[in-house]
């Protein structure tokens, strides 16, 4: 299934500083690309989703590349999500970012050992969405939950999809919650 696309967006943040302190002087970069495609099963009730899931395998490497081509520094965390226009279900957007997308993520952000964060919903056109944030090659390592809110102001259209990958070059500013570090990250799980 051809997507049908409408636009593409690219949004980037800079973090330099939380609570008047620049922490080791590495700002936080945060990069999101999105694009909006016309959902190709609005109004009805599919069972087979299977089509929509090839889809996000033609979609996934232009979504991801405008990533790796936007970011410089090295990432280390990675979250998914899809905006939903109301003519659709929550299922067609998670067709989208399933493991065919996920995989093409991981290679274009130079590998990734962890499963990749991610968020659904059905919005009414405007709608932000919190996309989550962690690291990308163990989940577990605390200084990497975040997460980016985005808001696309004339989208989705109710018959739309917004299909979102956003990544991140640090862990947050000044985080100071103990648990595993990046820097202790081992093994095939990220964990051993």
């Known amino acids: 299934m051809e997507p049908e696309i409408r636009k593409w967006y690219l949004v980037k943040e800079t973090v330099e500083s939380a609570m008047g302190r620049a922490d080791n002087g590495q700002p936080l970069v945060k990069v999101a690309s999105a694009v909006v495609i016309k959902n190709p099963v609005a109004g009805r009730y599919v069972e087979d989703l299977s089509p929509m899931v090839e889809m996000s395998g033609i979609l996934g490497p232009k979504l991801v590349g405008r990533l790796a081509e936007a970011v410089t520094e090295p990432i280390e965390s990675y979250g998914k999500a899809v905006l939903i226009g109301t003519n659709g279900d929550q299922e067609q957007g998670v067709a989208l970012i399933t493991t065919v997308f996920g995989n093409l993520f991981r290679e274009q952000v130079g590998g990734g050992k962890a499963w990749i964060s991610s968020m659904t919903k059905v919005v009414p056109t405007g709608a932000s969405i919190d996309v989550p944030l962690a690291h990308k090659d163990a989940l ?24 979102i990958a956003v990544v ?25």
């Open 140 to 163: 577990y390592v605390r200084s990497h939950y975040d997460g980016m809110t985005l808001t696309f102001p004339d989208a989705p259209y109710p018959d739309e999809l917004v299909m």
């Open 168 to 192: 991140a070059t640090r862990g947050r500013i000044n985080a100071r919650l103990g648990g595993p570090k990046a820097s202790e990250i081992t093994g095939v799980d990220g964990l051993s």
